[in-house]
């Protein structure tokens, strides 16, 4: 099946900071989401981007298909910002449902 | 707030049990999924439902039987479950059961069993 490696594992951060994490899949697709998932568990849908670029405030996502990356970033981070970001995908030439990555789970500290 | 919303939040049961898991959308979607978040592990998709109808079982042991009633609610049934079951549950909903779907989660059952 299609791999999914997300980078960093880990990243800490202070308050303000800038970060990019990256999404990196074995195959090509035809749907990429990026999540975030709170400390308590919730898990929240940020961008649903198989390509291209899309902007949320602070967030922004951009997915090069062609190339097989997606990455995140997060601009003047906050300590609501921490968790865990997963990045999911499914496979374009097969009808799988959604693989996750294991995730970047992001400190920020104020 | 995402529109999904499980309970309980929090469940500890032995492993000679009964105990049910509920989820309930309100986003007026057709499909609803059940999850299984281990640690250190990516999100295991265990079964897909789409009107009320099972579409997908993942290879999830019988021990875990999940229950459609309408395409609002959606329970996973446990009896005798093992301590490596332990693990947040996470439900989700989708308009319709396609790959190009955009899903919302709940917030979880985390589970613990003795």
């Known amino acids: 099946g299609i791999q999914v490696e997300q980078s960093p594992p880990d990243l800490i951060l202070q308050e303000g900071a800038n970060s990019t994490l990256r999404c990196n899949f074995s195959d090509s697709v035809n749907n990429l989401q990026w999540f975030h998932q709170n400390p308590w568990g919730q898990l929240i849908n940020l961008f649903y981007?198989?390509?291209g670029t899309k902007q949320n405030g602070r967030l922004s996502a951009t997915t090069v298909a062609t190339e097989r990356y997606s990455l995140l970033y997060i601009s003047s981070s906050q300590t609501t910002d921490s968790g865990v970001y997963f990045c999911?995908?499914?496979?374009?030439?097969?009808?799988?449902?959604?693989?996750f990555g294991e995730g970047t789970q992001l400190t920020v500290n104020p | 707030e995402t529109g999904v919303t499980q309970t309980p939040r929090h469940l500890v049961m032995g492993m000679t049990n009964k105990k049910s898991l509920k989820c309930e959308q309100h986003l007026g979607h057709n499909a609803m999924y059940w999850y299984k978040q281990s640690a250190k592990k990516p999100l295991e998709l265990m079964f897909v439902y789409s009107l009320e109808e099972r579409v997908e079982n993942n290879s999830v042991p019988s021990r875990f039987s999940p229950e459609c009633p309408n395409s609002s609610h959606l329970f996973l049934h446990l009896h005798t479950l093992q301590p490596e079951d332990s693990a947040l549950y996470l439900c989700?909903?989708?308009?319709?059961?396609?790959?190009?779907?955009?899903?919302?989660f709940g917030s979880g059952t985390q589970l613990s069993v003795l």
């Open positions: 989700a909903s989708s308009q319709r059961v396609a790959t190009n779907e955009k899903l919302f």
């Open positions: 981007i198989p390509s």
């Open positions: 999911a995908v499914v496979p374009g030439t097969s009808g799988s449902r959604l693989t």
